[in-house]
């Protein structure tokens, strides 16, 4: 098993999750950030500090989120890795919790 950055993140991109990775498999897009599946060790460390909840084990996804396993997969091996906190999108709190943000996802 692994977790899974799910829809929420898009345009909220919180890094507080980054920080407390032992093996930093978070990966950082423009405006979405996704675990590498291959590196997260399932240490559940990144789940209580997204500030959005967003992120979620891979077999307890909210309903409607599964694609979102594949997409992170992808998208870890195209973008880079991050390991430092950086701060949020000023609007990042006026993104959280919208629904349907996936058409707004930059690659």
Known sequence: MTFV???NCIKCRYTDCVEVCPVDCFHMG???MVIDPDECIDCTLCE???PAEAIYPE???PEGQEHFIELNAELAGIWPVV???RDPPPDA???DGK???LPLLER
Do not use: H, S
């Open 99 to 101: 629904p349907d943000k």
């Open 93 to 95: 709190g006026d993104w």
């Open 59 to 61: 077999d307890d996804l």
């Open 30 to 32: 423009p405006n979405f």
């Open 48 to 50: 209580p500090e997204c």
């Open 5 to 7: 950055v799910t829809e």
């Open 83 to 85: 390991t430092e906190m």
